[in-house]
């Protein structure tokens, strides 16, 4: 009896013990804890109390493999998608044709046959559809002639526009919308005010808006192989910036006024950082053409759509524009 009051006696003083035990246990666990979470961040941070991109979980070697290969094949799907430059340099050749009004002459119009009528110009652009042809701009043509871009399905060929009339942009884009095809604007920045039949900035912008390309012709249409050297580089060099900051386009071709130009004139539209320039001798534009004395055909009114197509196989295989031109 006593033995047992004893041990009664003794048993909540052990249990007593035992939640002390635990308590302090627990606290020590805590700490450790604690501790070694501060030891990993100190390691994490380089010692720094602001964290470090070091602190950022790297990717394992598998799963960043999986990820590089998910990137390529999207990528890969994307360019295969809209055609991706090949690296081999195209070689098709192309033809370059010069359009002026799209409209007919007026009464007394000093150039009659630079007017074509919007439905003679109709008529050609469904006839260049019918032969398989493809319009493409400029850049586009150099792009697969250096490095192999892919032009659109068809045979290619760039319709330019010569100085900026208004009726580019009435007659012509409405026809070329249809189609779904661009064209190349040589813009001239002064002498064709809306008023006498100029494009407006904001016809400018609409046919930007259309995929056209802008190019420029200078100021003021001047014969540049008469010119000093300021102004020439005032009409060259000084119309590219002007359009580049007025209409936020790269403006990488120039079109010579009339025509004209001999290697002074060809080495200021280098200078000024063109990728070339249009003539207006007859040929096509082939990958081994200078640059910077590319043919052009230019469409005269009258010219049926079975004409244009005469015209443009009687060219193919004219000889290069000559190393300078004067009319």
């Known amino acids: 009896m006593d033995s047992d009051r004893r041990q009664a006696r003794r048993d909540p003083r052990r249990r007593e013990l035992a939640r002390r035990r635990r308590r302090v246990f627990a606290g020590l666990s805590l700490l450790l804890a ?8 100190l390691l994490a941070g380089g010692g720094s109390s602001t964290p ?56 007394g119009a000093p150039f009659p046959g630079l007017y074509v009528s919007a439905s003679e110009f109709a008529a050609q652009m469904q006839a260049l559809a019918n032969a398989g042809y493809h319009p493409v701009t ?78 420029t012709q200078g100021f003021s249409h001047a014969d540049l192989i008469t010119l000093d050297a300021t102004q020439l580089a005032y009409q060259v060099a000084g119309a ?7 209409y936020g386009v790269p403006v990488n071709w120039f079109c010579y006024p009339s025509g004209h130009y001999d290697a002074t004139v060809i080495a200021e539209v280098k200078a000024a950082g ?18 910077y004395r590319l043919p052009r055909l230019r469409v005269l009114g009258g010219t049926g759509p079975e004409a244009l197509l005469s015209e443009l196989a009687s060219i193919r295989s004219d000889p290069p524009p000559p190393p300078s031109y004067s009319g």
Not at 34 to 41: E, K, L, Q
Not at 57 to 80: D, N
Not at 92 to 100: D, N, R, T, V
Not at 181 to 199: H, M, R
């Open 34 to 41: 604690a501790a070694t979470v501060a030891a990993v961040a």
């Open 138 to 215: 400029l850049d586009q043509l150099q792009a697969y002639w250096q490095h192999g871009t892919p032009l659109p399905a068809g045979k290619p060929v760039v319709l330019t526009f010569d100085n900026g009339y208004q009726s580019q942009y009435t007659n012509a884009l409405p026809v070329l919308r249809r189609l779904g095809w661009v064209a190349d604007e040589n813009i001239q920045l002064t002498g064709l005010p809306p008023s006498q039949g100029g494009l407006s900035e904001a016809q400018v912008h609409g046919l930007l808006a259309a995929g056209w390309e802008l190019d």
């Open 52 to 107: 470090s991109t070091s602190s950022v979980p790297s990717v394992s070697g598998s799963a960043r493999s999986r990820s590089a290969a998910r990137g390529s094949s999207s990528a890969q799907g994307s360019s295969s998608s809209t055609g991706a430059p090949t690296g081999k340099p195209g070689t098709e050749s192309a033809p370059i044709l010069m359009y002026h009004v799209i409209n007919p002459p007026p009464p």
């Open 274 to 291: 063109y990728a070339g320039s249009t003539t207006v001798v007859p040929g096509w534009a082939s990958p081994g053409s200078d640059p």
């Open 240 to 246: 590219r910036k002007v359009v580049q900051q007025r």
